[in-house]
């Protein structure tokens, strides 16, 4: 294969240079010797388990493998570094913010707080870590991906999304807590006519392993589009698992077929709570239009019905695969997705009994507290979770041809990911990261992530001109989108319909 071939090239010419040097002149073993070096160089590479790029690629894959601080923390090595943040803070001073530390820090809390998801009308609820894994399906990741994510879940206590794929054997594997995420495609409780299959999925929602059940209304890489899976990765197995043709490329529909409004969607997300036997149920989506969100959130007050969880997702996000053009064009960044539903469920009342999850570009300690103070109560990740299995952003996801081993359905190259290795560094990476927010939020003098305020997160917004977050957005008080919305809310909530999106 052609990832092997600089490793044949040369031991072929570090062979044919110990020839020469017996059989021309001794002076070829200056040749001969660092072929020889390169060559035991190269046999280490593919024998070793430890890295999955040098594993697929012996000796190439050194010209590129990262030193990414991901990488660093989820090996163990001291994450220090020295001289300061290396630059930038001044000079993209528009978009620069930090968080505000106490002149009376306290004590870093000993063991990370868990929030707690599932309102009243959930009877199983379940403890959440402050960063997860986040939507990422079996089919865009390799099978030995999805289990050592999961094994890595199962020994730090978080959970695992399990992404619209379905639920594979290789998600329930691992012993983790999983997020099971239902799609417009419906994969995992697919009826033979693509639509949702109730029977099927409550029968898969009723495992052990299954804490939460999401629904996927959009996602940040591509809004308003189903998702894509290349025919290339379609393999046998997939194909089973989503029901579909072998090697055929999976386009997931736009919107789902069980409801068409926002009544109709917080009506079928109680049933999903039904049928799953009273474990929390949510929705995952890209905010577009802040008018659209209210409207579902006055069919909850109608109905008197709410989700446990809202997972936001913002435009940031990445994907494997999207349809060109749509990926950072389309739907709100993470912040002001976040702070929109954040505000509408606290107009409405409702913000008590509903928590909120943040997922896109999570990757650091500071990213988690930012969050947290922008009004989540939890986060997700996964381009960091990724870069601690190994993937090195070689952009090849939606080709197959993964290097790491990552997302790829090439048994040849996914085998170079050892399981074990990459489940403990992903242990150790949500770990250290979750470490690193609680010591923030120590040092910023609270404990619990309810204590953490939007004026505790600051903004550099010109030269000389710093904001704190309470001023630079409007918050509402709770109910008050109820008693008489503010003139900036008034236009969008009283268009907001319960029975229509549009």
């Given at each position: 294969?052609?990832?092997f071939?600089?490793?044949?090239?040369?031991w072929?010419?570090?062979?044919?240079?110990?020839?020469?040097s017996?059989?021309?002149?001794?002076?070829?073993?200056?040749?001969?010797?660092?072929?020889?070096?390169?060559?035991?160089?190269?046999?280490?590479?593919?024998?070793?388990?430890?890295?999955?790029?040098?594993?697929?690629?012996?000796?190439?894959?050194?010209?590129?493998?990262?030193?990414?601080?991901?990488?660093v923390?989820?090996?163990?090595?001291?994450?220090?570094?020295?001289?300061?943040?290396?630059g930038?803070?001044?000079?993209?001073?528009?978009?620069?913010?930090?968080?505000?530390p106490s002149?009376?820090?306290?004590?870093?809390?000993?063991?990370?707080?868990?929030?707690r998801?599932?309102?009243?009308?959930?009877?199983?609820?379940?403890?959440?870590?402050?960063?997860?894994?986040?939507a990422?399906?079996?089919?865009?990741?390799s099978?030995?991906?999805?289990?050592a994510?999961?094994?890595?879940?199962?020994?730090?206590?978080?959970?695992?999304?399990?992404g619209e794929?379905?639920?594979?054997?290789?998600?329930?594997?691992?012993?983790?807590?999983?997020?099971?995420?239902?799609?417009?495609g419906y994969?995992?409780?697919?009826?033979?006519?693509?639509?949702?299959?109730?029977r099927?999925?409550?029968?898969k929602?009723a495992?052990?392993?299954?804490?939460?059940?999401?629904?996927?209304?959009?996602?940040?890489?591509?809004?308003?589009?189903?998702?894509?899976?290349?025919?290339?990765?379609?393999?046998?197995?997939v194909?089973?698992?989503?029901?579909?043709?072998?090697?055929?490329t999976?386009?997931?529909?736009?919107?789902?077929?069980v409801f068409?409004?926002?009544?109709?969607?917080?009506?079928?997300?109680?049933?999903?709570?039904?049928?799953?036997?009273?474990?929390p149920?949510g929705?995952?989506?890209?905010?577009?239009?802040?008018?659209?969100?209210?409207?579902?959130?006055?069919?909850?007050?109608?109905?008197?019905?709410?989700?446990?969880?809202?997972?936001?997702?913002?435009?940031?996000?990445?994907?494997?695969a999207?349809?060109?053009g749509?990926?950072?064009?389309?739907?709100?960044?993470?912040?002001?997705?976040?702070?929109t539903?954040?505000?509408?469920?606290?107009?409405v009342?409702?913000?008590?009994?509903?928590?909120?999850?943040?997922?896109?570009?999570?990757?650091?300690?500071?990213?988690?507290?930012?969050?947290?103070a922008?009004?989540?109560?939890?986060?997700?990740?996964?381009?960091?979770?990724?870069?601690?299995?190994?993937c090195?952003?070689?952009?090849?996801?939606?080709?197959?041809?993964?290097?790491?081993?990552?997302?790829?359905?090439?048994p040849l190259?996914?085998?170079?990911?050892?399981?074990?290795?990459?489940?403990r560094?992903?242990?150790?990476?949500?770990e250290?990261?979750?470490?690193d927010?609680?010591?923030?939020?120590?040092?910023?003098?609270?404990?619990?992530?309810?204590?953490?305020?939007?004026?505790?997160?600051?903004?550099?917004?010109?030269?000389g001109?710093?904001r704190?977050?309470?001023?630079l957005?409007?918050?509402?008080?709770?109910?008050?989108?109820?008693?008489g919305?503010?003139?900036?809310?008034e236009?969008?909530?009283?268009?907001?319909?319960p029975?229509?999106?549009?």
């Open positions: 294969m052609r990832r071939l600089p490793l044949l090239l040369v072929v010419l570090a062979a044919g240079a110990a020839v020469a017996f059989v021309v002149s001794p002076r070829w073993w200056l040749a001969a010797g660092p072929m020889l070096a390169a060559a035991c160089l190269g046999g280490r590479d593919l024998l070793q388990r430890r890295r999955p790029v040098l594993r697929n690629h012996p000796l190439a894959g050194r010209l590129r493998y990262p030193t990414q601080k991901v990488r923390r989820s090996e163990g090595a001291d994450a220090r570094q020295p001289f300061g943040d290396g930038g803070t001044y000079g993209g001073y528009r978009t620069y913010e930090w968080l505000v002149l009376r820090p306290v004590e870093a809390a000993g063991e990370p707080p868990l929030v998801v599932g309102g009243p009308d959930c009877s199983q609820p379940c403890d959440m870590a402050l960063l997860n894994v986040s990422m399906s079996f089919g865009a990741l099978s030995r991906a999805v289990l994510l999961n094994r890595g879940a199962a020994l730090g206590r978080f959970a695992q999304d399990t794929g379905g639920l594979s054997e290789h998600h329930l594997r691992g012993g983790g807590d999983l997020v099971w995420e239902i799609g417009t994969f995992g409780c697919r009826g033979a006519d693509g639509g949702f299959d109730a099927e999925f409550a029968d929602a495992l052990p392993e299954v804490r939460c059940v999401s629904l996927k209304l959009s996602q940040g890489a591509a809004p308003g589009s189903g998702g894509v899976l290349p025919g290339v990765k379609v393999s046998a197995e194909a089973r698992e989503r029901k579909v043709p072998v090697g055929e999976v386009v997931s529909p736009p919107l789902h077929r068409s409004t926002p009544r109709e969607l917080v009506l079928f997300l109680a049933r999903l709570r039904e049928l799953a036997g009273g474990k149920t929705f995952k989506l890209c905010v577009g239009s802040r008018q659209e969100f209210l409207a579902v959130c006055r069919a909850m007050v109608a109905e008197g019905v709410a989700p446990d969880f809202v997972v936001v997702d913002g435009s940031e996000g990445g994907t494997g999207a349809p060109s749509l990926a950072g064009s389309l739907g709100m960044p993470l912040t002001e997705g976040l702070i539903v954040h505000n509408a469920l606290v107009g009342g409702l913000r008590d009994r509903v928590r909120i999850g943040a997922s896109g570009r999570v990757a650091t300690g500071s990213d988690i507290v930012r969050r947290l922008q009004g989540a109560d939890y986060t997700n990740a996964a381009r960091s979770m990724m870069r601690a299995l190994g090195v952003g070689a952009g090849r996801c939606h080709t197959g041809a993964c290097p790491a081993g990552v997302a790829t359905q090439d190259r996914a085998r170079a990911l050892n399981v074990a290795d990459g489940a560094r992903v242990r150790r990476h949500q250290e990261t979750v470490r927010a609680v010591r923030i939020m120590a040092a910023m003098g609270v404990r619990e992530p309810a204590e953490l305020t939007p004026g505790q997160l600051v903004r550099r917004t010109g030269a001109t710093v704190s977050y309470a001023e957005y409007e918050w509402l008080a709770p109910g008050e989108l109820l008693a919305p503010p003139p900036s809310w236009t969008d909530w009283k268009a907001a319909d029975d229509s999106f549009r």
